[in-house]
């Protein structure tokens, strides 16, 4: 619909961007889910001679779009008899969106090299880590948390557990949080890896679609996995952390306009140490730039320069 929307000016049209927010609004249709809308006057993009810029800054969600707009070997689903794809001198975009998409969308803000990333660190020491996750969040447990890397650290394996195909995560708030757990529990069996990277999606997508009773059933089914990782965790002599970078089921409605709340929030994140040791371990209070250290504590291994940050135990 993107795609016919932005090439043919096929859809929904509104005088103004302002209008079509409101008619999506009044039908209960948030933001994340407003339908793609022309505005009066566009006719489409004239393949001829218009250009592109993707004002999009982050990576991932603009894949897909620019793929199809861009990529002659696109094939999944048809453009269109008449549609060429736009030639790379009439494109670009904020950033590089992957290592496809930089010939043919070139950034005007080139990637910065990331040195000793928590990846690195580990691999350089010899170490084995997993990087687990459902779709959703595959590519933060791997390009993101890699600095913005594609390839795989030597050691790293990667393992992708699909998501539902739903519309929204409020039909299926379970997503696919028990095959993810069921694959992390073998990886902890397995003896294979010092480290294990992985990312439960339910808390913040379905915490996006404002839905109070899909969201608690959301945070029940995390509830009951981390409670069988952490029995796992135990028996094979492990340590873990649980945390998270921002928040979000935990506000669910706007106090100030009576609406659902289907945003991220910036409050104060759990950081939990689960241990088999008789002493308990205390953290202290830190930032989101301590985890990595935190992890290069617990498996022994010195914090590089860049870090410029420390342990929290």
């Known amino acids: 619909k993107a795609f016919n929307a932005i090439v043919y000016a096929q859809g929904l049209h509104t005088e103004t961007a302002s209008q079509a927010l409101e008619m999506s609004y009044a039908q209960k249709v948030t933001d994340e889910f407003v339908m793609p809308t022309c505005v009066e006057g566009y006719s489409g993009l004239d393949l001829k001679k218009d250009g592109l810029l993707m004002a999009n800054f982050r990576a991932d969600r603009a894949r897909e779009i620019l793929t199809s707009l861009l990529d002659p070997d696109f094939n999944d689903f048809d453009r269109g008899a008449s549609f060429t794809p736009l030639p790379p001198e009439r494109a670009a975009g904020m950033v590089e969106y992957s290592a496809a998409l930089k010939a043919l969308c070139p950034a005007l803000f080139p990637p910065i090299s990331l040195n000793n990333t928590l990846g690195q660190v580990v691999s350089d020491a010899g170490k084995t880590q997993l990087r687990l996750a459902e779709t959703e969040k595959y590519a933060h447990v791997t390009f993101f948390l890699n600095g913005g890397r594609e390839k795989p650290f030597l050691g790293e394996e990667r393992l992708l557990i699909q998501s539902p195909n739903v519309k929204t995560y409020d039909e299926k708030p379970e997503m696919s949080a028990i095959k993810l757990t069921e694959a992390l529990i073998n990886a902890i069996k397995s003896h294979q890896f010092d480290l294990i990277v992985v990312n439960y999606a339910n808390p913040d997508m379905v915490g996006h679609t404002g839905d109070l009773a899909a969201t608690i059933k959301a945070a029940e089914t995390i509830d009951q996995c981390l409670k069988r990782v952490t029995q796992s965790l135990l028996e094979n002599h492990g340590q ?46 830190g930032t989101l730039c301590d985890i990595a250290p935190t992890i290069l504590d617990l498996l022994n291994l010195s914090i590089p320069k860049e870090m410029n940050c420390r342990s929290l135990i």
């Open 240 to 285: 873990m952390l649980i945390t998270a970078d921002h928040g979000n089921l935990e506000k669910m409605l706007d106090l100030d306009t009576g609406k659902p709340h289907t945003a991220h929030t910036c409050n104060p994140v759990p950081c939990v140490l689960v241990s088999e040791k008789a002493q308990p371990i205390v953290l202290t209070q």
